[in-house]
Nanobody, 118 residues
């Protein structure tokens, strides 16, 4: 079992920045990869960024060059630095991890709200 707790969301004006954090606890040895998703009411949850155990990062096209995902192994934490925020980045952001090689994201946090005003 892995427990994930996100923090760092809030209200920011367009063009501003926020840094999300996700702290993991529990069976940390089983974590293969971590990622961030977001969801707005009425829409499906969408993948935003991911990082592998080897440190390779990937991003959805709409956030490339603006978002940066990092990890701090010593603190069992991943971060999502979000710059040049746009109103369309608004949503509940969820941290998730993969515990089985080749498997889906199977542990999720409770989410943190990000609101970008125009």
């Amino acid at each position: 079992q892995v427990r994930l707790v996100e923090s760092g969301g809030g209200l920011v004006q367009a063009g501003g920045s926020l840094r999300l954090s996700c702290v993991a606890s529990g069976s940390l040895f089983s974590i293969v990869a971590a990622g961030w998703y977001r969801q707005v009411p009425g829409k499906e949850r969408e993948w935003v960024a991911g990082i592998t155990s080897g440190g390779r990062t990937t991003y959805r096209d709409s956030v490339k060059g603006r978002f940066n995902m990092t990890r701090d192994n010593a603190k069992n934490t991943v971060h999502l630095q979000m710059n040049s925020l746009k109103p369309e980045d608004t949503g509940v952001y969820y941290c998730a991890v993969v515990s089985t090689i080749g498997g889906p994201y199977d542990y999720w946090g409770q989410g943190t709200q990000v609101t970008v005003s125009s």
